[in-house]
C-alpha cells in the first residue's frame, strides 16, 4: 500500500509541475528510492567490483568465496573509484572431490612428464659426452702408435752402438730441457713427430707455452713458435 501511495505522488508532482527538472529535486527515502530506480534500469547487488571484474569471477570476501553474478555497470553507489561497478554476488560453488581429485592426477601427470624429459635430456647429454671422450681416446690412441712406428722406422745402425739399445724417456728428456729453458711443465703433451723425433707442447707454471723437437738419442731442442 506504501509503495502504491508514494509511486502516486510522484506522478501527482510530475503533473502539477511546469518545470521538467523539478522531479530531481524531489526525494524520497534512500531505500525506496533505490528499489523505485532498481526497478526502473533493472540494477541489481549491493557490492561493488572493479571495473576488469566479469560474470563468473571469483571474490574472496572476508574468507567467504563468492562469484559475480551480475554486473550493472558504473553506479553512484559505488564511492570508491578502485570498485566503480555494481555487481551481485552470489555464495562460489564449492569444487567436488571429484574434480579436485581430477586435478590433482592430472598434476602428478604433468610433474611425471616433466621428469622424464629432463631425465631423457641428461642421459642424452652424457651419452654425447662419453662418445666425444671415447673420440677423443682412440685418437690420441692412433697418435701414439704413429709415433711409435715413426720412431721404429729409424735404422738402429745409424745410431752409435750405446744409444741404439738405450730406452729413451722421452718425456722426462722433454721436461729436463723445458726446465732448462726456464719452464716449470705444468703440462706436457705430444702433438706429432717430425721425421725421427718427437713433437711436444709444453705450457709452464706461469702460463707460457713452447715447443720442443726430442731426436731419437733424447737430446730436446726449443722449437720457434
Known sequence: MKKLIVIAAVHLL?????????FFFFFLPGGVTGKIADAV???EGDNCVGAIAKVGDAININGVMMRVKSLSGTSGRCANPVFPIRALLEPAPSPSAASTEAA?????????????TEQEARSRIAAE???RLNAKLESDKALVAKQ????????SAALPTDLASKQVDFNFEATKSARILGCQAADIKVTGADGGSILYYVTCQDARQIKLSCDPTGLCLQRPQ
Open 104 to 116: 590433482r592426477k592430472l598434476a602428478a601427470e604433468e610433474d611425471a612428464k616433466r621428469l622424464a
Open 14 to 22: 510530475l503533473l502539477g509541475s511546469t518545470d521538467a527538472n523539478a
Open 129 to 131: 659426452e662419453a662418445a
Open 148 to 155: 711409435e712406428a715413426a720412431l721404429h722406422s729409424q735404422p
Open 41 to 43: 534500469t533493472g540494477a
